[in-house]
């Protein structure tokens, strides 16, 4: 454990550990490999390529029986505030997507609303929830209607604090506020000091309630990833409408079952490929991977998608365990120089398991770019993928260097590769072409116009990234991290750097909801889902490594999200 002073770690303590766990840059059989002691992974095949679930042509009727009569309920819903929640409650149930229509059309008629037409008495919450799904929908609303709930001072007024329902509504909108919103800001402090008073008065299931908002805003979380609970939380309370909980049930279970099929196909590329036994330093986690596509993009149709980003997340994982835990700089330098290349002859001077690993990305990525070709039509998007492989390893290969130095760069260069490193744009340009319907000029061209909004995706990722690994990281001694090097930089505790680095998390929101609301890209399709990525890394690595360590979330959320159904009744 490293133990610091003052809750820093001296320079000579970090060199310490870096050295302690120094690789041997010698290419020999004598090698001192390191080993960041990843447990085996807890999946059992077999069980799961077991699982069936049927669901038959009656079944299907079932459903859009269910969908005439929810459709049915938005015409019945007049009055704005039980529209905004009807719109509100189908996305927490994961129902979006089966009624994006009827949601356009609710919400263009309470955009054009005045705001007295909204219900007076719960008037902070009717028009904080009003401004939350706005703009989560893609409509730039003002902030300035929250004006009438500031004094003269700029400050929320006390007398809002006493519903506890607007307080937490605020809260939830204040995470869709633009840069330089002040108003929002205020919105964001003032309703988090209120909900941590309301927290220490209140009983535990509130308590715990208001937790889990104050943890995660809902804006940075996937819905898809909620909608068990949801569908829990929402028949727990009972004041729903009945066929639309019904259909939400009969919904999730229905995807599942599709994923459950995608899951099986990945599961038997992955055994088949061999690389876990033959790169056994590295995580197992192709399960965990397809949760990540799944998060990014859960709708049954784009099974392809999910196919390939499963496997490129894959990739991602074992190639940063390759640098991180490995290889030494100068199998890394050849490595690098291979996949800048793409050419297998590079790498005749490796080890055995990192042939395989390139030899694997290599086959892999050139049957992905193939399948694109061949499921989409169009340009080729081989020189894409492979570029965007290229910039991953030689920002790890930057990280290899620093590590081999025992060199702490500043925060900001640090960022300047971390965004790189965090596989951010990889994960992207799949997301991209993967969604896309053909690969024409304007998909291409938004490689350069969406290039801002890939970059802070990336930010979210490589930040809580380093929030959820870097203290075992730090143990290990392995490359530094945001925390270490703004620690360093600022002569701060872990706790400061953690809250700095956590304010730029915010700070980096912003910037993205500015590329998507205020620039009009959530209307984009691939802006939605590239913005899921953020939202995954947020869910995975919210209390730590929960891809590397399988028996905290992550694990639940597969039980529930992939393998056990809902009880229809
Ligand atoms: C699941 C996916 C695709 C995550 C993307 C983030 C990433 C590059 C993780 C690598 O593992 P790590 O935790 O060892 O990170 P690093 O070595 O980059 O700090």
Known sequence: MLTCTNGMPSDQQVLQFQMKAKINSSKDESIQRRSANYKPNIWKYDYIESLTSEYTADTYKHAEKLKEEVRFTFVETVEPLAKLELVDSIGKLGL??????????????????????????????ATALRFRLLRQYGYNVSQDIFIRFVDETGN????????????????????????????????????TENIKTVISNSDVSLAKQLSTALELPLHWRLEWYNVTRNIHEYGKVGNINSNLLKLAKLHFNMVQATHQKDLKEIIRWWRNLGMARNLSFSRDRIIESYLFAVGVNFEPQYKHFRNWLAKVCKFIITIDDVYDVYGSLQELELFTKAVDRWDSEEIQQLPECM???????????????FEIQRVKGGKSVLPHLRKAWENFCKALLVEAKWYNQGYTPSLQEYLDNGWISSGGSVLSIHVLFGVAHEITDKVLHFLKNGEDLVYHISIIIRLTNDQGTSAAELERGDAPSSILCYMREANVSEEVAREHIRS????TWKSINNQCIAKSLSLVPFAKYITNIARVSHFIYQNGDGYGVQD??????????????????
Request: charged share 30%; glycine share 0%.
């Open 552 to 569: 905290h979330e992550t694990r639940d959320q597969v039980v529930s999200l992939l393998i056990e159904p809902l009880a229809l009744d």
């Open 96 to 125: 979006a997507t089966l009624f994006e229509e009827e949601i356009k059309d609710a919400l263009d008629m309470i955009m054009c609303l005045k705001d007295n037409n909204l219900t007076i008495e719960e008037d902070l919450y």
């Open 355 to 369: 042939k395989i690993c390139f030899q694997a990305l290599y086959d892999t990525t050139n049957e992905i770019a």
């Open 504 to 507: 730029i998390i915010t700070k």
């Open 156 to 191: 929320f007024m006390q007398s809002t604090t006493t519903n506890v329902k607007a307080m937490l509504e605020l809260f939830e909108a204040s995470y869709l506020a633009l840069e330089g919103e002040k108003i929002m800001d205020k919105a964001r402090m003032f309703s």
